[in-house]
């Protein structure tokens, strides 16, 4: 089946340094690319919805400045927390998403600690 | 609006008891899908079950059975003769046809003891 990775999936970094976290499709073309995150014991949240070659659309309350998407080719979305701070420590998952068969790949997620 | 209510927080069950998790959905689309995902200690999500809005058949899968009833908004999901590692957060999840933009529930964890 759809395969979608994620990559690290652990990174520990230190509180004002910026982390990239990358989503890719293994197997197929997402036309659209979700990343979500998810606060321990809490339910996962859509942060933004990323599309190839436009800006991302980012959900009430997330700030665009700090988590930065690029999704610069039908394989392949990035999100970069620049100056991440603890508060900023979450699971983040991406998603990516076929119109061919409708369907939604989960990734295997990013765990972020900011110390 | 767009809402899944997962009412139960936590659920704790004796293994070879069955469980049923409860879900109730709100949407103004007319088409729609709702899903079923498994979350176990490790983090990745797996994939249980899609349901198209049009199709209200229960679906039974091996240990697994979900009841989506249209006229109440629910599609909940029953795992029978229960075992330990069926412990996990489960969420229930909606999306409309048209997009990918998809809504959770705030998930169930289940214990499941020997």
């Known amino acids: 089946g759809a395969v979608v990775s994620q990559h690290p999936s652990r990174v520990i970094c230190k509180s004002g340094t910026s982390v990239k976290i990358e989503c890719r499709s293994l197997?197929?073309?997402?036309?659209?690319m979700f990343w979500y995150r998810q606060f321990p014991k809490q339910s996962l949240m859509l942060m933004a919805t990323?599309?190839?070659?436009?800006?991302?659309?980012?959900e009430q309350g997330v700030e665009k400045d700090k988590f930065l998407i690029n999704h610069a080719s039908l394989t392949l979305s990035t999100l970069t927390v620049t100056s991440a701070h603890p508060e900023d420590s979450s699971f983040y998952i991406c998603?990516?998403?076929?119109?061919?068969?409708?369907?939604?790949?989960f990734g295997p997620g990013t765990r972020l600690t900011v110390l | 609006a767009q809402k899944v209510t997962q009412a139960q927080t936590e659920i704790s069950v004796v293994e070879k008891e069955d469980v049923t998790l409860d879900c109730v959905y709100e949407?103004?689309?007319?088409?729609?899908?709702l899903f079923w995902y498994k979350q176990p200690p490790s983090g990745e999500l797996v994939f249980l079950i899609r349901?198209?809005?049009?199709?209200?058949q229960n679906e039974i899968s091996g240990r697994y059975s979900w009841n989506f009833q249209k006229s109440t908004s629910s599609f909940n999901f029953t795992i029978t003769a229960s075992q330990v590692v069926d412990s996990a957060v489960y969420f229930c999840?909606?999306?409309?046809?048209?997009?990918?933009?998809?809504?959770f529930g705030a998930g169930t964890r289940l214990f499941v003891k020997a």
């Open positions: 949407t103004r689309d007319t088409t729609y899908y």
């Open positions: 998603s990516a998403g076929t119109s061919s068969t409708d369907t939604q790949y």
């Open positions: 349901r198209n809005s049009f199709d209200e």
């Open positions: 999840a909606l999306r409309n046809t048209g997009g990918f933009k998809t809504i």
């Open positions: 197997d197929f073309q997402a036309t659209t």
């Open positions: 990323s599309n190839e070659g436009s800006k991302a659309t980012y």
